[in-house]
């Protein structure tokens, strides 16, 4: 019990302060100092601010908060409901197999992006909204051939795990 104690009493607890340039130019942060973190469903450039437990709670909790109801689950709907409230009618051409497969394809994507590296995601999410390769590596600290190269790599380990599902 004593040794349970001693453990709270030692835990040091931060919070993430996002950074933008202007800050670190304005407050002379270092650029090491920085961190790539959540706040909320956003990833940020962040320094870490230690505070105390209480502090550390009171952050978390509306976040915490805003997590928990993102993953409750979406009630279940009948097929009979859908189709007697819907005038819904299925095309001829449609290939019910193929649009499963695409599912599965997407589905298959969504999980091999989570699982890269945080700076990996950073990349990828710029990427698809459209930014360009020197943007980007201004944001991640990255030169663009640096940032070139590793997309090609990120590309090339995403086409290697999908390729079952073609």
Do not use: C
């Amino acid at each position: 019990m004593i040794k349970k104690d001693r453990q709270s009493v030692d835990k040091q607890y931060f919070i993430p302060m996002e950074v933008t340039n202007e800050t670190m130019r304005d407050f002379g942060i270092n650029h090491d100092d920085l961190v790539w973190t959540k706040i909320g469903n956003r990833r940020v450039r962040a320094i870490m601010v230690p505070v105390t437990k209480e502090q550390y709670y009171e952050f978390m909790r509306p976040l915490w908060r805003e997590d928990k109801r993102s993953q409750r689950a979406v009630p279940a709907v009948s097929l009979d409901k859908l189709y007697d409230e819907n005038e819904y009618e299925v095309a001829d051409d449609t290939d019910i197999e193929e649009n499963y497969m695409k599912k599965l394809l997407v589905e298959e994507l969504n999980k091999a992006l989570d699982e890269l590296d945080e700076v990996d995601r950073v990349i990828m999410d710029l990427f698809g909204k459209g930014s360009t390769e020197t943007e980007i590596g201004v944001v991640i600290g990255m030169s663009q051939k640096g940032v070139n190269k590793r997309k090609r790599k990120i590309f090339e380990r995403l086409k290697n795990r999908l390729k079952d599902y073609r």
